[in-house]
């Protein structure tokens, strides 16, 4: 088998992004699992739009489309029907999938083809010279929230991770990968010229890590326990809380999913949740297909004569 080979397949010297941005760890970290994996690199697909994260497919010695803006979701959604045994993942950027994307976007959601998605999240569009994208907090309209806008177009996968703890990142597209049907993951990522070190605010003070069945625990032994639908911040160092009182997660539950993606809008002094929001597997795991050489169509016969065939 022909599998991919991180140090061997990554195109260093091709690499035009610039020096400290976050799309250097996203790049490593994926060409480190498709290794682990043992995908066969002839199998593995890259499609994406229009942004610095589109520029990716270019860097793996695997297959890869550089499509148009907002379109690589369609893209990817005809390549996986045409041969369902390919392993495709969609690189996309907060513009692509946010903006002029949205509709593409949200209906592949919709369709749970087995797909990949990462969305590579700045908060700005540092292309066209770092204008404020529309999930960044200071834009003048309130912006999205993009976790709770992908749980509720109907995703059976959805995670949050940074490219600036690339062993949590490497887990979570291990996960995605393992997933039948369509995976969302947003990235949040690095932009050292237009956003610098904006991510670089979350520490161990302000973030949580979910994982499930373990209550929700972070910084100095803070916890999050619900007081009815009210997530709440307690202070384990206090001898009247317990850690039995917790919130344990559930990334079945897509109610408490919701909570979740909506910490920030609830309580401002909330951590920032990292980790898989929800997972449902609802498809079964297929097995291979054997894809059948489909027969010739003469085009002079569908234009001549009126005849059609239904592909």
């Given at each position: 088998?022909?599998?991919?080979?991180?140090?061997?397949?990554?195109?260093?010297k091709?690499?035009?992004?610039?020096?400290?941005?976050?799309?250097?760890?996203?790049?490593?970290?994926?060409?480190?699992?498709?290794?682990?994996?043992?995908i066969?690199?002839?199998?593995?697909?890259?499609?994406?739009?229009?942004?610095?994260?589109?520029?990716?497919?270019?860097?793996?010695?695997?297959?890869?489309?550089?499509g148009?803006?907002?379109?690589?979701?369609?893209?990817?959604?005809?390549i996986?029907?045409?041969?369902?045994?390919?392993?495709v993942?969609?690189?996309?950027?907060?513009?692509d999938?946010?903006?002029?994307?949205?509709n593409?976007?949200?209906?592949?959601?919709?369709?749970?083809?087995?797909?990949?998605i990462?969305?590579?999240?700045?908060?700005?569009?540092?292309?066209?010279?770092g204008?404020?994208?529309?999930?960044?907090?200071?834009?003048?309209?309130?912006?999205?929230?993009?976790?709770?806008?992908?749980?509720?177009?109907?995703?059976?996968?959805?995670?949050?991770?940074?490219?600036?703890?690339?062993?949590h990142?490497?887990?979570?597209?291990?996960?995605?990968?393992?997933?039948?049907?369509t995976?969302?993951?947003?990235?949040?990522?690095?932009?050292?010229?237009?956003?610098?070190?904006?991510?670089?605010?979350?520490?161990?003070?302000?973030?949580?890590?979910?994982?499930?069945?373990?209550?929700?625990?972070?910084g100095?032994?803070?916890?999050?326990?619900?007081?009815?639908?009210?997530?709440?911040?307690?202070?384990?160092?206090?001898?009247?809380?317990?850690?039995?009182?917790?919130?344990?997660?559930n990334?079945?539950?897509?109610?408490?999913?919701?909570?979740?993606?909506?910490?920030?809008n609830i309580?401002?002094?909330?951590?920032?949740?990292?980790?898989?929001?929800?997972?449902?597997?609802?498809?079964?795991?297929?097995?291979?297909?054997?894809?059948?050489?489909?027969?010739?169509i003469?085009?002079?016969?569908?234009?001549?004569?009126?005849?059609?065939?239904?592909?």
């Amino acid at each position: 088998m022909n599998y991919l080979k991180y140090k061997k397949d990554i195109k260093k010297k091709e690499i035009k992004w610039c020096l400290g941005c976050g799309n250097y760890s996203i790049l490593i970290q994926l060409a480190k699992i498709l290794e682990k994996l043992k995908i066969n690199k002839n199998e593995i697909v890259l499609v994406s739009g229009i942004g610095c994260s589109s520029r990716l497919p270019y860097y793996i010695n695997t297959y890869g489309i550089h499509g148009i803006h907002g379109r690589p979701f369609s893209i990817a959604t005809g390549i996986k029907i045409s041969n369902p045994n390919l392993n495709v993942w969609v690189i996309t950027g907060d513009g692509d999938s946010f903006s002029i994307g949205t509709n593409n976007f949200l209906h592949t959601i919709r369709r749970d083809i087995d797909l990949n998605i990462l969305i590579f999240n700045n908060e700005v569009y540092s292309l066209t010279k770092g204008q404020k994208s529309i999930t960044n907090k200071k834009n003048k309209y309130r912006p999205f929230n993009t976790i709770s806008l992908i749980l509720s177009s109907g995703s059976t996968f959805v995670a949050r991770t940074l490219d600036n703890y690339p062993n949590h990142l490497q887990k979570i597209l291990i996960y995605a990968n393992k997933h039948i049907g369509t995976s969302c993951i947003e990235i949040y990522q690095n932009c050292p010229i237009y956003n610098k070190n904006f991510f670089k605010k979350f520490n161990k003070k302000n973030i949580i890590f979910l994982e499930n069945n373990k209550p929700l625990i972070f910084g100095n032994k803070r916890g999050i326990k619900l007081d009815g639908q009210i997530p709440k911040i307690v202070n384990l160092n206090n001898k009247y809380n317990s850690i039995n009182d917790l919130w344990i997660h559930n990334y079945k539950n897509i109610y408490k999913s919701y909570i979740l993606s909506n910490f920030k809008n609830i309580n401002n002094k909330l951590p920032t949740p990292f980790g898989i929001f929800y997972k449902k597997q609802i498809h079964k795991i297929k097995k291979k297909k054997i894809i059948k050489k489909k027969k010739k169509i003469n085009l002079y016969k569908i234009l001549k004569k009126n005849y059609y065939e239904i592909i």
